[in-house]
């Protein structure tokens, strides 16, 4: 099977120079670089994986489809002649639909592209979102409440004029959330795009390795890095331990994702290439002293603190001085490193991380989601009290990955596949709406309730009213003068299990708390995707920061760069009162 990978890459490689690209290799060659380096046998000169390998596998990924749309209410199209018509023509005939020529005429139905680009490390069984959209040659003035049907989505290049499709590598089907919902905006073009939530399931596992550089390419190099490797991951499958780096060839060797960094594919990476494939013992142990100096200086502790991640169990007690260090940068980089070791005396410094520092968020949210420690749980069921909704919400979703049965979150799956959970805080009620992934709503308080004597007229025959005390009646009016209506209380947990009883989809329910809440009688916070964000970095403090009163420094701790554009969406609680960006110690990692 691992030959055929090879034989894939590689034919894919051929395909590429033709002017079709295949998704599942890198847009480089690893093995075709040029440098200096020392010859393959020399390997007391050597000192990391990275030195004579490049990674495959970590570019973007996309695969796409045509597709029909169904259950529109009148505002889809009749496609007009093309490549696009025909490839969905020649796949209703294979599934033996009657009157395709009837069904595509309909305004019901509407052609659609489909696209969902497949992150790094994607295993067979995970799922992607897809983002749909109506060709502007077609006539498709919505897809509102459409549903696409079960799509093979694959490798598509246009060859000899033709539209080709490659293998199967996922299958999508699900409701669409329009990008009118997500972003408030009912223009034309929103109301002819969207989302499928999670709506694709791979078939097929996406390669990610690594190749030797040329001048390195040797069955020797390649099974020694693989060593080197193995030496530090493995796992066990099926009971048997196994490494994680399979060599396949002389310049290629597969990868396995260990399960620690599962969620963490590009630190993985850059952690294996970090891995010293010395020989000698001498080496090895001056190697781990320089990592160590490196943790332990402001400018270097990140580069360290990953090689001392790499190392292993040796590299354990060097992190541990770098706890104790008076820099708080340098605090970080030991206490995350840490984490991916597993050892639980970074679970404390991370928690604080994650919930005071947005610079440091992300990442610390990603280091307590590795650990097998079950102290872990404390601490993140803890952060559900903070005041930061990112940091509610990234301790939310790590708990959720661990189980969605915690009491904590407790929570269940809606007949309209909406997960709907209802989680113990006790900081301010908050409603948070997930619009990547997966239709989920977190509802943050033991009593979100809506206020006031409430009468809500909302779209397609909606109307909510209240009925006495903490009552309310939700009611549809259907064609034809009928109507469907649920009793519930102002509890909108109850709101929301109301309107999905009356048919509403995810983004109508979306929409309509939205619009509740600006009415007023809705007074929690809402949220949509407050998840910790990759795009920050840490700000050391000035001089004349650290004068500030005590209470100024307080608002400081979280120094972040970041553009204009992104200040403005930010909600300004969590917000830095700097607007230096010039000592940016911690890139972020693309």
């Not at 495959?56 to 695969?63: H, K, L």
């Not at 023509?89 to 639909?97: D, F, G, K, N, T």
């Not at 610079?359 to 404390?378: E, K, P, Q, T, W």
Request: aromatic content about 6%; glycine content about 8%; charged content about 25%.
């Amino acid at each position: 099977m691992a030959r055929i990978l090879v034989a894939c890459l590689l034919l894919a490689g051929q395909i590429a120079s033709l002017g079709c690209t295949a998704p599942w290799t890198s847009t480089m060659n690893p093995w075709a670089e040029d440098k200096p380096d020392p010859a393959s046998h020399e390997w007391d000169e050597l000192q990391m994986v990275g030195d004579i390998t490049g990674v495959v596998g970590m570019s973007p990924a996309n695969i796409s489809a045509f597709t029909l749309v169904t259950q529109l209410a009148g505002t889809g199209s009749d496609p007009p002649p093309g490549e696009a018509r025909n490839m969905v023509l020649a796949e209703m005939r294979i599934r033996q639909v009657d009157g395709i020529d009837a069904v595509l005429a309909s305004p019901l139905t509407a052609l659609v592209y489909a696209e969902a680009t497949i992150p790094p490390g994607a295993r067979k069984g995970d799922r992607i979102d897809v983002r749909v959209l109506a060709p502007p040659e077609t006539d498709t003035t919505s897809l509102e409440g459409g549903w696409v049907l079960d799509t093979i989505m694959s490798e598509m290049a246009m060859l000899g004029g033709r539209m080709r499709k490659g293998r199967e590598i996922a299958r999508a089907v699900g409701p669409i959330m329009l990008d009118s919902v997500v972003d408030g905006n009912v223009s034309d073009a929103n109301k002819i795009r969207g989302t499928i939530l999670g709506g694709a399931e791979l078939r097929a596992e996406r390669p990610l390795g690594i190749g030797l550089v040329k001048d390195h390419v040797s069955i020797a190099a390649s099974t020694r890095v693989s060593a080197a490797i193995n030496n530090r991951f493995f796992a066990y499958r099926d009971g048997t331990k196994q490494g994680v780096a399979n060599p396949t060839s002389d310049k290629f060797i597969e990868l396995s994702v260990h399960p620690r960094y599962q969620d963490s594919i590009d630190r993985y990476v850059r952690v294996i290439r970090f891995i010293p494939i010395v020989r000698d013992t001498s080496a090895r142990l001056a190697f781990i002293s320089q990592a160590e100096e490196e943790l332990l200086q402001h400018e270097t502790s990140q580069m360290g603190a990953m090689k001392l991640e790499a190392i292993g169990k040796e590299g354990i007690e060097p992190l541990k001085k770098g706890l104790e260090s008076s820099d708080e940068l340098v605090r970080f980089c030991a206490a995350e490193a840490l984490a991916y070791l597993n050892v639980p005396a970074s679970i404390e410094p991370l928690t604080e991380a994650a919930r005071a520092n947005n610079g440091f968020r992300y990442r610390a949210m990603l280091a307590l989601g590795s650990y097998d420690d079950l102290d872990v749980i404390d601490a993140l069921e803890g952060l559900l009290n903070a005041e930061s909704a990112e940091a509610r919400y990234g301790a939310f979703d790590q708990l959720k990955k661990r189980s969605s049965e915690l009491p904590s979150i407790a929570g269940q799956v809606l007949p309209n596949f909406v997960a709907l959970h209802k989680v113990r805080s006790a900081a301010a009620p908050m409603v948070h709406f997930r619009t990547k992934d997966r239709a989920e709503i977190a509802i943050f308080g033991s009593d979100v309730r809506l206020e006031g004597n409430v009468l809500f007229v909302g779209q397609d025959g909606l109307t909510i009213k209240s009925t006495g005390h903490r009552k309310l009646k939700v009611v549809r009016f259907m064609a034809g003068g009928e109507e469907e209506s649920r009793e519930c209380s102002t509890d909108v947990v109850e709101l929301v299990q109301a309107l999905t009883d009356i048919d509403c989809q995810y983004g109508e329910i979306v929409r309509t708390l939205f619009a509740l809440r600006s009415e007023g009688f809705l007074t929690a916070r809402v949220e949509v995707n407050a998840m910790p964000r990759r795009d920050r970095s840490y700000i050391e403090s000035d001089e004349e920061e650290q004068k500030l009163p005590a209470e100024t420094a307080e608002m400081l701790t979280g120094n972040f760069s970041q553009s204009e554009e992104i200040a403005e969406k930010e909600d300004p609680s969590e917000l830095s009162t700097s607007t230096d960006g010039d000592n940016t110690l911690i890139p972020t990692f693309d």
